[in-house]
């Protein structure tokens, strides 16, 4: 993965302010590496739930490819009232996950792509 700047440079040049939290994870752990002030104490509380579903998610990844029959998953997309997050994975119990604003109007391809590139 590209260091921390160049990530964070990257997503938030594709999403600009609306970008909340943008985080790297494994098994063992994740690293935030962009927080908005705003948001800091909320992702205090929940992040350790957020990452234990991402690493759960995995186990599932093999099923949703057999189902779907559209090759590899890359990514999943959450809308909520106040937030969209999006959990990019890499093999390995390894991934991005990057939540932004609900009312953040970006063309998901090409913010999806971005996001993408940087677990390269």
Do not use: W
Request: hydrophobic share 40%; with cysteine; charged share 30%.
């Amino acid at each position: 993965m590209e260091d921390a700047t160049n990530v964070t440079a990257a997503v938030r040049d594709a999403a600009g302010g609306s970008v909340r939290i943008i985080a790297t994870y494994d098994r063992e752990g994740y690293d935030v590496v962009y927080l908005r002030d705003d948001v800091e104490s909320k992702v205090a509380s929940l992040a350790e739930g957020v990452h234990e579903e991402l690493v759960i998610r995995e186990v599932g990844r093999d099923y949703l490819e057999e189902l779907f029959e559209a090759g590899a998953l890359h990514c999943s997309m959450h809308r909520f009232e106040e937030l969209t997050a999006f959990h990019f994975i890499e093999d390995g119990f390894t991934g991005l996950f990057v939540s932004i604003d609900s009312d953040a109007d970006v063309p998901l391809a090409s913010f999806a792509e971005t996001c993408r590139a940087q677990l390269e």
